[in-house]
């Protein structure tokens, strides 16, 4: 059986998604010893807004890095959703803002709906950490890596003077999660 | 003949290169209309220190998003010179930094060095703007995408308040590039 796990991260231009998927690879590769590929493609839909970030967590090295099968999609728009979830595999995890995205189709996967902008928001007081919230929510469901190396791996990445700001976007995350 | 240009952005943690791919990237097809792909892969290297960032760029669709002949490589160590020289194709390019990297070793390529850091602390006052001076001499020698253009994508990216700084590094490095 394949270690690799296939995450898509998708959404809108300034939701943060590209540092999303670098602090998870980040933390997959340097603090659990695990390979990983994060990248981002841009082609006519980058030009319309959406925006897309993939990370490949896997034990043995990453011949393909381009997610094909995904394993779990952040769906943080409508349009993301209804473009993405197709590529989802059978049995994958969706996960979606569930202010965002107002019909959220059902398919071969599990869906879950949680208010990540709305917690970003209220909890936080900035709607530009959904991605964080993200990362939180994303790590506490799938367990590909644990809470404690994500946190460090996010507090080496955010600008100094933010720290304590994202880690309680980060936990506000895994908090909404459980 | 393909339009495929690979560019691989090469040195250590902490010099700022997934930003500079992305910035190249958003440049090439969010002003420029082509396609592209920015990733970066960890393995064992990253927990070594060592860090890596690709851009492709193309007119058309990019079926394979790794690099595996490189147009244009940037050095900005001795260790990643000597790693990723062996992918450049014959007739690429190699940037590397003069102070950095102490033993250039010859090859089927255009070697060219210059004091990117010594200009990021000289001129900017800041080492670690030497991505965002390496960014302005990429752009004058490569020629993949227009000064203009990397201007704006660069003053979208960068930090609030940082837009001078960044503009001046910049222009520090397509001016030492001339």
């Known amino acids: 059986m394949s270690s690799r796990y296939e995450i898509r991260l998708s959404g809108s231009g300034g939701q943060g998604l590209i540092l999303l998927g670098i602090i998870l690879g980040e933390t997959a590769s340097i603090y659990e010893n695990k390979n990983a590929v994060q990248s981002q493609s841009y082609g006519p839909e980058a030009r319309g807004g959406m925006s897309k970030s993939d990370v490949i967590i896997s034990d043995e090295e990453i011949d393909y890095p381009k997610a094909y099968n995904v394993d779990f999609l952040l769906a943080l728009t409508q349009q993301s959703f209804d473009r993405y979830t197709r590529e989802v595999k059978k ?88």
Chains 1, 2 share one sequence.
């Open 91 to 178: 049995g994958g995890i969706v996960l979606y803002d569930s202010t965002l995205v107002h019909s959220p189709r059902e398919g071969d996967y599990r869906l879950i709906g949680l208010p990540l902008n709305d917690t970003a928001i209220k909890d936080i007081g900035k709607s530009m950490v959904i991605n964080i919230v993200s990362l939180g929510a994303i790590v506490k469901i799938s367990n590909i890596v644990t809470i404690e190396n994500t946190e460090k791996a996010l507090l080496k990445r955010v600008p100094k003077g933010t720290e304590e700001l994202n880690k309680k976007a980060f936990y506000a995350g895994v908090n909404l999660a459980k």
